[in-house]
């Protein structure tokens, strides 16, 4: 997933967010932001890139 796709999708889950805990739909809401933070946080990797992989070494 590029950063440009990534960015969009966690900007869309946001502002749904947004929109649903205006309208006092609290659940859904926090379930949306929850999604966000969750996406904004993963270390997206591809199988050969061992940059962006955790060691122990």
């Known amino acids: 997933m590029s950063n440009l796709s990534k960015d969009i999708l966690i900007g869309i889950l946001f502002l ?3 929109v649903g805990f205006i ?3 609290f659940i859904i809401s ?7 933070a969750i996406a ?3 270390n997206f990797s591809r199988k050969g890139d061992k940059a962006s992989q955790l060691s122990w070494d």
């Open 30 to 36: 926090s379930t949306l932001f929850l999604a966000a």
């Open 23 to 25: 309208s006092g739909e």
């Open 16 to 18: 749904t967010g947004l």
């Open 40 to 42: 904004s946080n993963i």
